[in-house]
T-cell receptor, first 111, second 111 residues
Framework: ETGVTQTPRHLVMGMTNKKSLKCEQH?????MYWYKQSAKKPLELMFV???????ENNSVPSRFSPECPNSSHLFLHLHTLQPEDSALYLC??????????FGNGTRLTVT | GENVEQHPSTLSVQEGDSAVIKCTYS??????FPWYKQELGKRPQLIID?????GEKKDQRIAVTLNKTAKHFSLHITETQPEDSAVYFC??????????FGKGTTLSVSS
């Protein structure tokens, strides 16, 4: 048990589909994050939420839409994605200045 | 914003040798520097971290050094073992902002 749970673990979707990634943290943290991990690239920060309020949007295309209904849950809604969006999407949480705790990620393939 | 450079991108060592991975950061206000290890198919996990008021920190075979003047920090692994083989990421953070990661170093330890 990592403390940060992501579902689904794997997702294959067409470019016209709409899907959502889910993240839940059981650590009582106040901040949640979405990172994108592509081959041979650094972990790219996408969104940050502190106490349910979005504090960072790292120039992410609008086809990615985050939602944070409470400090324990985070969603990433996907629509009309492109093949280059195929990647591992990692959710993480932290408390103030504490280290990040990552989930196991969702491996997304866009066909 | 913060930018983190990491070198080398790949590193191969013999079992028992030492391995050193170096990172530089751009924002002198950064005050927190963690290192994460990611094994194949798994989530990144924190292995050691250092804050800007400390120059060096050790945990068994792993050590991190920080040079604030030069804005660089390094990970040192001694007596490497095959299970140390993984991708290692450095990161830096300015207080109140999200972690920014380096591109990663793939470490291979051969027996």
């Amino acid at each position: 048990e990592t403390g940060v749970t992501q579902t689904p673990r794997h997702l294959v979707m067409g470019m016209t589909n709409k899907k959502s990634l889910k993240c839940e943290q059981h650590l009582g943290h106040n901040a949640m994050y979405w990172y994108k991990q592509s081959a041979k690239k650094p972990l790219e920060l996408m969104f940050v939420y502190n106490f349910k309020e979005q504090t960072e949007n790292n120039s992410v295309p609008s086809r990615f839409s985050p939602e944070c209904p409470n400090s324990s849950h985070l969603f990433l809604h996907l629509h009309t994605l492109q093949p280059e969006d195929s990647a591992l999407y990692l959710c993480a949480s932290s408390q103030d200045a504490s280290p990040l705790h990552f989930g196991n990620g969702t491996r997304l393939t866009v066909t | 914003g913060e930018n983190v450079e990491q070198h080398p991108s790949t590193l191969s060592v013999q079992e028992g040798d030492s391995a050193v991975i170096k990172c530089t950061y751009s924002d002198s206000a950064s005050n927190y520097f963690p290192w994460y290890k990611q094994e194949l198919g798994k989530r990144p996990q924190l292995i050691i971290d250092i804050r800007s008021n400390v120059g060096e920190k050790k945990d068994q075979r792993i050590a991190v050094t920080l040079n604030k003047t030069a804005k660089h920090f390094s990970l040192h692994i001694t007596e490497t073992q095959p299970e140390d083989s993984a991708v290692y990421f450095c990161a830096a953070r300015v207080a109140g902002t999200a972690l920014i990661f380096g591109k990663g170093t793939t470490l291979s330890v051969s027996s």
